[in-house]
């Protein structure tokens, strides 16, 4: 079985409209992280979860509001999202959020389009 | 500030060709750890190395090896052999441990392989 698993996979939305991202692992850890993926920058991250409990928000705009229900779920609410917030949301787990430096497993993202 | 640099944007092979991905760091830390992802057109960033910084042994898996130089911080990724399987966007990242700090990673720009037949 995959060990992060990301839905919806392409998701296209309007500026007005809310939707949701979900990620998934199977790995038993205990960290979990959304990142931003825009054409030619480097990765952003933008939120680091422990134990259910948000442990980093890295400057990101309130449109965007992570979810950690418990260690195995991470969503991403959107809402009045700007056309320049497409990109590619990956998700990521890793045993622990540090400082030991786990590695970190990633899911295969979802494309996200905002027109 | 912590900086990881892949200057090769794209590299272009024909198969069976070596190839060598260089990545470049900054850190002021004398513990960090470097690592190296696969991302294939399907998107998943597929982890393929960690090292720590004490730790400049040469790695070798398969068709795969690294060579991590402290003295001139890099950590630079060889692909022997190169199969059309191997074409992808590579990605070199960085971590420092810090005391009490999450667990960051930075990432460089990467670097596109395109492997032909």
């Known amino acids: 079985e995959t060990g992060v698993t990301q839905t919806p996979r392409h998701l296209v939305m309007g500026m007005t409209n809310k939707k949701s991202l979900k990620c998934e692992q199977h790995?038993?850890?205990?960290?979990m992280y959304w990142y931003k993926q825009s054409a030619k920058k480097p990765l952003e991250l933008m939120f680091v979860?422990?134990?259910?409990?948000?442990?980093e928000n890295n400057s990101v705009p309130s449109r965007f509001s992570p979810e950690c229900p418990n260690s195995s779920h991470l969503f991403l609410h959107l809402h009045t999202l700007q056309p320049e917030d497409s990109a590619l949301y990956l998700c990521?787990?890793?045993?622990?959020?540090?400082?030991?430096?786990?590695?970190?497993?990633f899911g295969p993202g979802t494309r996200l389009t905002v027109l | 500030a912590q900086k990881v640099t892949q200057a090769q944007t794209e590299i272009s092979v024909v198969e069976k060709e070596d190839v060598t991905l260089d990545c470049v760091y900054e850190?002021?830390?004398?513990?960090?750890?470097l690592f190296w992802y696969k991302q294939p057109p399907s998107g998943e960033l597929v982890f393929l190395i960690r090292?720590?910084?004490?730790?400049?042994q040469n790695e070798i898996s398969g068709r795969y090896s690294w060579n991590f130089q402290k003295s001139t911080s890099s950590f630079n990724f060889t692909i022997t052999a190169s199969q059309v399987v191997d074409s992808a966007v590579y990605f070199c990242?960085?971590?420092?441990?810090?005391?009490?700090?999450?667990?960051?990673?930075?990432f460089g720009t990467g670097t596109l392989l395109a492997v032909q037949p």
């Open positions: 990521a787990s890793s045993q622990d959020p540090g400082p030991n430096t786990d590695t970190q497993y």
């Open positions: 990242a960085l971590s420092e441990a810090q005391r009490g700090a999450t667990n960051k990673l930075i």
């Open positions: 090292r720590n910084s004490f730790d400049e």
């Open positions: 850190t002021r830390d004398t513990t960090y750890y």
């Open positions: 790995l038993g850890h205990n960290a």
């Open positions: 979860y422990s134990l259910e409990e948000r442990v």
